[in-house]
């Protein structure tokens, strides 16, 4: 592929896979596909285990995250002169908001993480129900 002499141009309403050649279009999410009598998607149950491992490690990055931002938010000023003073002042602040807001996310990725273990549940119990009902069918052909 050649390297283009010019440099990109943003153009309102462009459509890149259009541009970029791509005709195919996708059909779905990345895990799943559309359902079609309503909005929503339908997972297997590999894809929920995914989907929990993901949200569990995005809220364990998080905490990490959180725990590195205490030192922002108790920062001193490096000396005692009035503009070093309001200058930790403000950066105690912007830390007491970035703690805030990480704090927000860990509870939203762990709620995420919940609600597909909820769905996990729910599948695990179809699956026991199906194979219940499988299992009373007499066997061979009738």
Partial sequence: MA??????????????NDALGITARPTGGSYGTPVSEGSGFKYD?????????EWTGLAKEYVFD???ARAIAV???PGREYASGG?????????????EALRHRIAYCKS???KYLTALGKYATAE????????QLPEGIA
């Fill in 75 to 77: 920062a001193q000023p």
């Fill in 66 to 68: 959180l725990n590195e």
């Fill in 112 to 114: 995420m993480a919940s």
């Fill in 3 to 16: 390297v283009p002499d010019q440099p990109p141009v943003y153009e309102p309403g462009i459509s890149w």
């Fill in 45 to 53: 149950e590999a894809t929920l285990h995914e989907l929990v491992t």
């Fill in 87 to 99: 200058n930790a002042e403000v950066t105690r602040k912007s830390g007491a908001a970035l703690e």
């Fill in 128 to 135: 026991d129900h199906a194979r219940t009902v499988i299992n």
